[in-house]
């Protein structure tokens, strides 16, 4: 399987940023679908948001306009830019790659005053 690994996640205030990557151990130029997850105490994994190959990108309704979604193919890294951040956002969040990517430890992000 491929190795998925992420990092970047913190503790940050409400209303800031933190940029979240995921570094992958395959070439991901020739990968369909990337993807983001994060996971809430108490809530089902949910799908924050998603990449196709071709940079086609989409998001949950929460995030949408707060939360970006992009990739690098010449550096296998994929990223998650988070603005605007409210403690609803508090989760460990993962990347994935469907059908290809085992799930990693994930990285925590904390937004509370």
């Known amino acids: 399987q491929v190795q998925l690994e992420e990092s970047g996640g913190g503790l940050v205030q409400p209303g800031g940023s933190l940029r979240l990557s995921c570094a992958a151990s395959?070439?991901?130029?020739?990968?369909?679908?990337m993807v983001w997850y994060r996971q809430a105490p108490g809530k089902q994994r949910e799908l924050v948001a998603s990449i196709t190959g071709g940079g086609f990108t989409n998001y949950a309704g929460s995030v949408k306009g707060r939360f970006t979604i992009s990739k690098d193919n010449s550096k296998n890294m994929m990223y998650l830019q988070m603005n605007s951040l409210k403690p609803e956002d508090t989760a460990v969040y993962y990347c994935?790659?469907?059908?290809?990517?085992?799930w990693g430890q994930g990285t925590q992000v904390t937004v509370s005053s």
């Open positions: 395959t070439d991901i130029s020739s990968i369909y679908l």
């Open positions: 994935n790659i469907p059908h290809l990517a085992s």
